[in-house]
């Protein structure tokens, strides 16, 4: 019987990871590039949507699947500023960039500066540290150079 219960543990489907060639050739079509090869040690829990692409810095590109929890930065050849005929989304902050912080209550907004500390789209939810120090806030991106909290 034990040897029984071992053999079905053993049975159990192993989960599917992110087929790393095929993220290899959407890059390249969408945008014009030939990406740096993707170390295949990687095992992506496999996005069950496209994962979302988009510019990082002129020579790399972030490649994320929120639905699972997984980003990650593809360094990029030749990249063309062009995906099929529209333009990847640019980023509304930056990581490292200096960024005015909003915090809007009822009655009230404070304007604080803040260290942005990664990439994100406007009406992203991104990470923050205030510039004196302090706990990391969780915001979100509004237009270039703004965050806003609501408490």
Do not use: Y
Not at 9 to 16: E, I, M, R, V, Y
Not at 51 to 80: A, I, Y
């Amino acid at each position: 019987m034990l040897v029984h219960f071992a053999l079905l543990g053993l049975s159990a489907t192993p989960a599917t990871t992110e087929n790393l060639d095929q993220l290899e050739q959407r890059i390249e079509i969408e945008t014009g590039a030939k990406p740096v090869a993707i170390d295949r040690r990687l095992k992506l829990s496999s996005c069950p949507r496209p994962p979302h692409l988009s510019n990082e810095t002129s020579s790399s590109l972030l490649v994320q699947c929120d639905e699972v929890g997984w980003k990650l930065r593809v360094l990029l050849r030749n990249m063309s500023p062009l995906v099929g005929k529209q333009t990847l989304a640019t980023p509304a902050v930056r990581k490292g960039e200096t960024v005015v912080l909003e915090v809007v209550g009822q009655g009230f907004a404070i304007r604080r500066e803040a260290i942005v500390l990664e990439d994100a789209l406007a009406g992203a939810s991104v990470r923050i540290r205030l510039q004196n120090g302090g706990p990391i806030l969780v915001a979100t991106a509004t237009d270039s150079g703004k965050v806003t909290l609501i408490p």
